[in-house]
């Protein structure tokens, strides 16, 4: 980093490049995958399984069909709230 306190990304992509090589640029990457893989895989098979309630739902409504896609769309909105 500058020592002035400015951010300059291509100046510090060229110091990382210079100093540690295209090793350098991935530094890191472990801890982040180690951080958000489970995390992402928790959420995903979260979503899943609430919209797969969500369909059961949807299922036993009797509605005409614009007012089914409306709901749908809603109960997918819910199930990426929930999950998140």
Known sequence: MTKE???NYTNELR???RTQGLKGLYR???AFAWRDVPGWAVYFAAYEK???IN???ISE???D???RQRRSNLLALNA???AG
Do not use: S
């Open 5 to 7: 306190g400015n951010l």
């Open 15 to 17: 110091n990382v490049m």
């Open 28 to 30: 890191g990457f472990w």
């Open 50 to 52: 609430l919209k797969m």
């Open 55 to 57: 369909e059961l739902i």
């Open 61 to 63: 409504m009797e509605c």
């Open 65 to 67: 069909e614009q007012t």
């Open 80 to 82: 990426g709230g929930l």
